[in-house]
């Protein structure tokens, strides 16, 4: 009989402890689930000047957002909840703040890279929900431009929707500093 050394003798089993880890695959290659759901946030800080734009919308031209692109936080919600739904990391991995070629880039150009991404993953939007977080402008007036923008990119059949409210004053969201943006997704396996 073996003297105890102090250390457990690690023991391989078939089928439950591999010698080596295999890459995880980034994201589904076929639909592997009926049914994937996302869940997405952005916020940014503003500016005065420039342009506020929600939605491809243009809401104010008395404030902007502090972004390496157009700061559309409502698209950047949008794409990191398809993105977390199919499991391929979030936006600033797919579109870095570093890359020069974001600089100023319009966010319908990432919400439309993503839905390819799920198109060739075998899933499409059915569902999309988005909460507005802004003091000012009152974004009532712009819902329906900003529906028509998300189902022009979505497609027909795909339900959309927006609300918005105010922080009631709180945090830099409540003091008109920023403005912040959630999103959910549902990702629906094409037949």
């Given at each position: 009989?073996?003297?105890?050394?102090?250390?457990?003798?690690?023991?391989?089993?078939?089928?439950?402890?591999?010698?080596?880890?295999?890459?995880?695959?980034?994201?589904?290659?076929?639909?592997?689930?009926?049914?994937?759901?996302?869940?997405?946030?952005?916020?940014?800080?503003?500016?005065?000047?420039?342009?506020?734009?929600?939605?491809?919308?243009?809401?104010?031209?008395?404030?902007?957002?502090?972004?390496?692109?157009?700061?559309?936080?409502?698209?950047?919600?949008?794409?990191?909840?398809?993105?977390?739904?199919?499991?391929?990391?979030?936006?600033?991995?797919?579109?870095?703040?570093?890359?020069?070629?974001?600089?100023?880039?319009?966010?319908?150009?990432?919400?439309?890279?993503?839905?390819?991404?799920?198109?060739?993953?075998?899933?499409?939007?059915?569902?999309?929900?988005?909460?507005?977080?802004?003091?000012?402008?009152?974004?009532?007036?712009?819902?329906?431009?900003?529906?028509?923008?998300?189902r022009k990119l979505f497609g027909p059949g795909v339900t959309v929707n927006i609300k918005a409210g105010t922080n009631e004053g709180c945090d830099a969201v409540g003091r008109g500093e920023a403005v912040a943006?959630?999103?959910?997704?549902?990702?629906?396996?094409?037949?």
């Amino acid at each position: 009989m073996d003297a105890p050394s102090g250390r457990r003798k690690r023991v391989a089993i078939a089928g439950l402890a591999p010698a080596k880890k295999s890459p995880e695959p980034i994201g589904p290659t076929a639909p592997t689930a009926p049914f994937l759901i996302g869940h997405g946030h952005d916020i940014h800080r503003l500016q005065p000047g420039g342009k506020l734009i929600l939605c491809g919308v243009v809401v104010s031209e008395e404030m902007s957002p502090i972004a390496h692109s157009d700061g559309d936080v409502v698209y950047h919600a949008i794409v990191d909840a398809i993105l977390g739904a199919l499991g391929m990391g979030d936006i600033g991995e797919s579109f870095p703040n570093s890359d020069p070629q974001w600089k100023d880039a319009a966010s319908s150009n990432f919400l439309k890279t993503v839905l390819r991404r799920a198109a060739s993953a075998g899933y499409a939007p059915c569902n999309v929900d988005v909460t507005l977080l802004v003091e000012k402008p009152k974004i009532k007036p712009f819902k329906p431009q900003m529906r028509e923008a998300l189902r022009k990119l979505f497609g027909p059949g795909v339900t959309v929707n927006i609300k918005a409210g105010t922080n009631e004053g709180c945090d830099a969201v409540g003091r008109g500093e920023a403005v912040a943006s959630y999103a959910v997704v549902l990702l629906a396996a094409r037949r």
